[in-house]
């Protein structure tokens, strides 16, 4: 584990498309001062930035081929080390998705103090996506491509929640309601901490 990190706040946001996670995590940041780290996010700029790893990355996405979870890893440390100085905590946004995933970053970064499970029903989560992709460029914001990933949501994630769930450290929020009132049940889990 990396020293820098050694007493950092580490929290899993994990929920399925659309149900408001970097919603949540937006008005986390604002008022608790932590860094807000995606994945996707993190992917999708490196791949902008025209770097080595950029355009090597850029190479197995074109492919429809996933990403090493090494690489992905790499760089949610680094942009974790990077913020470690002025960082309140971190928000691993849509992250782990998949059991091992948690594990390997437990290994290499640090354990999480709590999983915010972000809930909402499925149709909810639809209408949402359909109404942010008429505004969010993301072209996985289509309905084919929503069911999809809704179905591996499903399987990969509940595992995950249920893994987290024999450790104590679920938090679920029912994201069905209006963003201010899930956030006071965000606020009260991260208050509690
Ligand atoms: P995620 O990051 O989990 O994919 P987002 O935070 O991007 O989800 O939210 C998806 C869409 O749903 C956004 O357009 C957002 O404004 C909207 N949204 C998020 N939370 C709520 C809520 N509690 N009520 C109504 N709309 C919401
Ligand atoms: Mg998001």
């Not at 990190?5 to 408001?20: E, H, M, Q, R, Y």
């Not at 928000?91 to 972000?118: A, M, N, S, T, W």
């Not at 963003?179 to 006071?184: E, L, T």
Request: hydrophobic share 35%.
């Amino acid at each position: 584990m990396a020293d820098k990190l050694k007493d950092a706040k580490i929290i899993f946001v994990v929920g399925g498309p659309g149900s408001g996670k970097g919603t949540q995590c937006e008005k986390i940041v604002a008022k608790y001062g932590y860094t807000h780290l995606s994945s996707g996010d993190l992917l999708r700029a490196e791949v902008a930035s025209g770097s080595e790893r950029g355009k090597h990355l850029q190479a197995i996405m074109q492919k429809g081929e996933l990403v090493p979870l090494d690489t992905v890893l790499d760089m949610i440390k680094e942009a974790m080390i990077a913020k470690a100085d002025v960082s309140k905590g971190f928000l691993i946004d849509g992250y782990p998705r998949e059991v091992k995933q948690g594990e390997e970053f437990e290994k290499k970064i640090g354990k999480p103090c709590l999983l915010l499970y972000v809930d909402a029903k499925a149709e909810t989560m639809v209408k949402r996506l359909l109404k942010r992709g008429e505004t969010s460029g993301r072209s996985d914001d289509n309905e084919e491509t929503i069911k999809k990933r809704l179905d591996l949501y499903y399987k990969a994630t509940e595992p995950v929640i249920a893994f987290y769930e024999s450790r104590g450290i679920v938090r679920k929020v029912d994201s069905e309601l209006p963003v201010d009132d899930v956030f006071g049940q965000v606020a009260k889990a991260i208050d509690a901490l």
